[in-house]
């Protein structure tokens, strides 16, 4: 079975880049007239599909509604199509010509802000409906074509393949486990040696293993990392440590604590497609890695945007125009909108036309939330494929996002089918803080161990963002350990104390400091970034 193929760069003459995560990234080099097409890779033994076709599907394949990304080199030019959900983010420079799967390598010498680009980033902390913070740079939007030839790029909106599918005739839940199992055992044997299986406290990743099938189980190694003081006293450890247990798999729970130090890792390989939030997976998976020295090339088994189809998310929205998208995106606050005046830009406006349709059936919510966010999101594939593990996941496969959306309303909510599903087999844990320690602080312990450098307020002049607000993050971060603060960050982290504060008007202010710091330094490093192009 071939490697899956990490990401790519097309370009008109060949650009210089090996990913900071891994320098030991193969490339393969196509020419043309038109230009140059690099694929990396872990191994040098990657194929194409069909004569000069090339998927970043694992495995490799043709299908669009599917994870997948399609690149099909011919003598006029190369055509790059992504799939329906937009799961790999693709950035495109038409001046420069370049398209790539790296945000900063399209980006070259100019710099200019775009102005809408700039505050959407900002506002929602990461780039999102095609712009960019950058004028050069946009991104393609999900379910379309972008054409390379030696004089131009063209780009191609293709028809939503949602708009033709029927919802009204209710699924069968059993039905459902059915086709991801499916799903799976096709993945398990096509493929040979291990399976890692990150499992969390949650349901997503749980409903998968409990799908594998047991005569292929001796492949499977799950992990987990708490979010709590005590890691290993984590709900999410404790949960995951019992699940595996009752599923006889494999389980490890890893500790973290340097993840900052995978910083310029992580913007080397994401730049502004979003803010710098993730380390700790990087870390996550580096001993994983390191857990398993003689396994070569290992398949990862991702639960990303099950919760969303399953029902999980989004309940009590109501989106009728285009001041309400934000709500689909589920920042968590993670950003700074709670420093910017409103505006309404025309890349919301056009977003909200083109999945107007959807958005007048709730049961489609969902799909158009992830399509949202999946620059954000797709981290959760691109970090183990660029780490040398081939990512995939069955909740990125159309026709079974479709079966779940048509399930009864009332199964849907709140996951109560795949709860349901969880009692009758053993799975089901009524309440996190029965079973483990609630609390997260995993932001907390690892700024902590981190070499603070302050936001230079120089590079926000003529922006959304003010002097004095850069200079009070600064002055908060600087201090944040100080009595009083720990103080407070006591009592809103503390279970049943936390609601209390809440009412008085006590907040976790670490957080959302943090969050400020995560999106406007991830635009910094950029800017002074030499090594970007």
């Not at 890349?347 to 007048?360: C, D, P, V």
């Not at 009864?408 to 009524?430: A, I, S």
Request: charged share 20%; with cysteine; net charge positive.
């Amino acid at each position: 079975m071939t490697n899956k193929i990490s990401g790519f760069i097309l370009s008109k003459e060949k650009i210089n880049y090996v990913p900071k995560i891994n320098p030991r990234l193969k490339t393969k080099v196509i020419k043309g007239d038109w230009g140059v097409l690099a694929l990396y890779s872990i191994s040098e033994d990657i194929k194409p599909i069909s004569p000069g076709v090339w998927s970043l599907g694992f495995p490799p394949h043709s299908d669009l509604l599917k994870h997948n990304l399609l690149i099909s080199v011919s003598d006029e030019g190369v055509v790059v199509e992504n799939d329906w959900i937009g799961g790999i983010p693709v950035y495109y420079n038409v001046d420069d010509k370049i398209i790539s799967t790296y945000s900063n390598v399209c980006l070259q010498d100019d710099k200019s802000f775009d102005d809408e680009g700039l505050y959407l980033f900002l506002k929602y902390g990461f780039s999102v409906m095609g712009v960019t913070p950058f004028k050069k740079v946009k991104s393609l939007r999900y379910y379309s074509s972008i054409h390379f030839s030696k004089k131009t790029i063209d780009v191609v909106e293709k028809e939503d393949p949602a708009l033709s599918v029927d919802l009204s005739k209710p699924a069968n839940e059993a039905d459902i486990r059915e086709m991801i199992r499916e799903d799976i055992s096709h993945l398990l044997d096509q493929t040979t040696g291990t399976v890692i299986c990150p499992l969390s406290g949650g349901l997503d990743s749980r409903v998968l293993c409990s799908l594998i099938p047991e005569k292929q189980k001796y492949r499977v190694k799950t992990y987990t990392f708490g979010i709590s003081p005590k890691q290993e006293k984590s709900f999410e450890s404790q949960i995951a440590k019992s699940v595996s247990q009752k599923l006889n798999l494999q389980w490890k729970q890893i500790p973290l604590g340097n993840a900052y130090q995978d910083i310029n890792e992580w913007h080397d390989l994401f730049g502004f497609g979003t803010h710098l939030h993730g380390m700790n997976h990087i870390e996550f998976l580096k001993k994983i890695i390191s857990d398993n020295p003689d396994v070569k090339n290992p398949i990862l088994l991702s639960g990303l945007s099950g919760g969303a189809f399953s029902g999980g998310y989004l309940s009590g929205i109501k989106v009728e125009n285009t001041s309400q998208i934000y709500q689909l995106a589920l920042t968590h606050d993670l950003n700074c909108n709670s420093l910017l005046p409103y505006r309404e830009t025309y890349a919301e406006t056009k977003f909200f036309e083109q999945n107007k349709a959807l958005l007048s059936d709730l049961r489609w919510y969902s799909v158009v939330s992830m399509r949202l966010k999946m620059n954000l999101l797709h981290y959760l594939y691109k970090l183990p494929d660029h780490l040398g593990m081939s990512s995939t996941s069955p909740y990125n496969n159309f026709d079974i996002v479709c079966k779940m959306l048509s399930l009864p309303p009332e199964r849907l909510h709140n996951r109560l089918w795949v709860k349901d599903y969880f009692k009758k087999t053993g799975l089901h844990y009524r309440s996190r803080s029965v079973f483990g320690d609630t609390r997260n602080t995993l932001n907390r312990q690892l700024f902590s161990a981190s070499n603070y450098v302050d936001l230079n307020p120089r590079l926000w002049q003529n922006t959304p963002i003010q002097t004095t607000q850069i200079n009070q993050v600064n002055q908060f971060l600087r201090s944040y350990s100080s009595p009083i603060e720990n103080v407070k960050h006591f009592l809103t982290t503390q279970r049943g104390i936390k609601e209390i504060v809440k009412i008085f008007g006590l907040k976790n202010t670490f957080n959302s400091n943090l969050s400020i710091y995560q999106t406007l330094k991830s635009i910094e490093m950029t800017l002074l970034n030499e090594n970007s192009k």
